[in-house]
């Protein structure tokens, strides 16, 4: 009976590990391909982009980039044995393209090393229009103009710290969601979200793509009826000059300027969903265009938790 139970007792160990290298062996099969899939998609959606801007400066909402992908499957493609029994296996991908300059800047709340009267200004009429609390923005604001002065060097315990007196000092954020460290509440954050980005350097609003909200923010002395006029006006025709929004608008002349408004956008957002099995995995990457060059600025992958809230 004991050589019996010392048979067992082996015999399960070695199906236990045998089992956990295949487990292993599956997951890094799927990150590998979930990488190079994202990779690829985000490869396509900079294509995209570049053949855009062959065609003219004007981006508008009836563009290509503009177009979500819906789930498309992918599972015939996955694995590099034919033979294999794969069936069980599917993988879809979806994404879409955001025009990032459709948004208020956060970043154009600071020029140079003052707080921008104009970028407080358009941000002080969305917080009015969304109902949220002035003294946040200017928590804001503050926080944003510190972290801009200071640089942000980071010690080894990875705390920022003040270059000149040593002061602790926020980090400079890179993303939206990161704008918590400088004052806003999780609420705010999150009626702020759908008309806000940050983006690397000062930028104007696309009236072509900007929602009507942030029309009215980004333009002084403009009704909420005219900035919803001008969004109903480009579904017929687009804006092919600030001119044409000055007429649609009735507006004084200069209402809408170059320092404030454009037709055109650099700054894109790439987002990109893969669902592998049981896995769902999004990316999110930030795209600038300057002419026929596309670069990504920044990438960050996570993973979708199921309908229970667990991460597969």
């Known amino acids: 009976m ?72 992918l599972s015939s493609f996955l694995s590099a044995d034919r033979n294999a029994d794969d069936s069980g296996r599917d993988a879809f991908v979806s994404g879409q393209m955001v025009d990032l300059q459709s948004r208020l800047n956060v970043a154009n709340l600071i020029d140079g090393n003052v707080v921008s009267d104009s970028g407080m200004a358009g941000f002080s009429r969305l917080f009015a229009t969304l109902g949220l609390p002035p003294a946040e923005l ?42 918590l460290w400088l004052g806003l509440t999780p609420a705010s954050l999150n009626s702020l979200s759908p008309y806000i980005t940050l983006l690397p350097t000062r930028t104007p609003v696309n009236l072509n793509t900007a929602s009507a909200e942030v029309i009215h923010a980004i333009t002084p002395g403009l009704e909420m009826a005219d900035a919803q006029k001008l969004v109903s006006a480009r579904q017929r025709s687009h804006f092919r000059a600030l001119t044409d929004a000055t007429q649609v608008s009735a507006g004084r002349p200069g209402q809408f300027n170059e320092s404030l408004h454009t037709i055109s956008s650099r700054f894109f957002e790439v987002r990109g969903s893969l669902r592998l099995n049981q896995t769902t995995l999004q990316e999110r990457s930030l795209v600038q265009r300057d002419g026929l060059t596309v670069r990504t600025l920044w990438r960050h992958r996570s993973v979708v938790p199921d309908s229970q809230g667990r991460t597969q």
Do not use: K, Y
């Open 2 to 73: 004991l050589t019996v139970t010392l048979v067992a007792t082996f015999a399960a160990a070695a199906l236990w590990q045998q089992w956990r290298d295949v487990e292993v062996e599956a997951a890094e099969r799927a990150r590998v391909q979930s990488s190079w899939l994202l990779t690829g998609a985000l490869d396509w959606a900079r294509l995209i982009l570049r053949e855009d801007a062959r065609s003219g400066g004007v981006d508008h909402l009836a563009e290509p980039w503009a177009v979500p992908l819906n789930d498309a499957r």
């Open 138 to 179: 200017a928590m804001l604001a503050g926080q944003l103009l510190q972290a801009s002065r200071n640089g942000n060097p980071v010690d080894h315990q990875g705390s920022a710290q003040a270059a000149t007196d040593g002061v602790p000092a926020p980090l400079m954020p890179e993303r939206v969601s990161e704008l």
